[in-house]
């Protein structure tokens, strides 16, 4: 009951769950586009495999795990339609200090992408979300996101290569190429104290690339907005990201 006042409430998370020990979901409440159920026992799955459950199981009290932002599986594939996730997890534990398992939450990333296509839908160039390895979350397109997912292949890396490795290498900053001006900035949420397990696409990177052909016109009006932008990006991710550890830490503090 508490979960499913708490899923009603905020809005923001597809799944919130209970798994035991031996990766078995001993609750499960899902949000079902705003109409908030508890799933029956026979209902319930076995998540023992899955990366998030070995990673957060493996932390000890009061740490939190963020997991790749990527599309949610479900026991059939990858669920349909396409619904990006990021996954929150704690270990929680019994009465005697043993570690009983762990609380999930999934966050419904598209929150997320909404709020950035908002803030890029009068610019005159492309607001792009990228994971670690260089793959659109959110590309120019959208059959450009999630290629390492779908198997498109299709990514930043190899639509800008002459720039991609700039922008790995250096983080966050500027970079003019052939390929355009670009602006972006990394999140590592490691430096915000969440825990991610190493995966490549365990931190986000937002670019914003103003293509060749735009950069001449009007260049005054450009660079303010560029200005402008870089301020946005540097705290767009990181504010919406500390805002939901602070939320999860406090819950797993409470428990």
């Not at 586009?33 to 998540?47: E, H, M, N, Y």
Request: with cysteine.
């Amino acid at each position: 009951d508490e979960y499913l006042l708490f899923c009603g409430r905020k809005g923001i998370y597809d799944q919130i769950r209970v798994l035991d020990a031996r990766g078995r979901e001993s609750v499960r409440v899902n949000y079902n586009d705003g109409r908030p159920a508890a799933v029956a026992a026979g209902g319930l799955q076995d998540k023992s495999g899955r990366y998030y459950f070995q990673e957060a199981f493996a932390l000890e009290r009061g740490e939190v795990y963020l997991s790749p932002f990527a599309l949610n599986i479900e026991a059939s594939g990858i669920e349909r339609p396409l619904k990006p996730t990021m996954r929150f997890a704690t270990p929680v534990f019994d009465a005697s200090g043993r570690k009983a398992g762990i609380l999930l939450l999934n966050y419904l990333g598209a929150k997320l992408l909404r709020k950035l296509d908002g803030s890029a839908s009068n610019l005159p160039g492309n607001l792009m979300l990228l994971n670690g390895g260089g793959w659109w979350l959110n590309g120019p397109r959208p059959e450009d996101d999630w290629g390492f997912m779908l198997g498109t292949g299709r990514s930043f890396r190899a639509g800008y290569p002459e720039s991609w490795p700039e922008i790995a290498r250096l983080g966050q900053g500027k970079l003019r190429t052939r390929e355009g001006l670009f602006v972006f900035k990394v999140f590592a949420p490691a430096t915000s104290g969440l825990k991610t397990g190493g995966h490549d696409g365990s931190f986000l990177r937002i670019v914003y690339l103003v293509p060749g052909e735009k950069l001449f016109s009007p260049s005054r009006r450009l660079l303010h907005t560029l200005l402008a932008l870089a301020r946005v990006i540097e705290s767009l991710l990181a504010a919406l990201l500390w805002l939901l550890w602070r939320q999860e830490r406090a819950r797993a503090r409470s428990r």
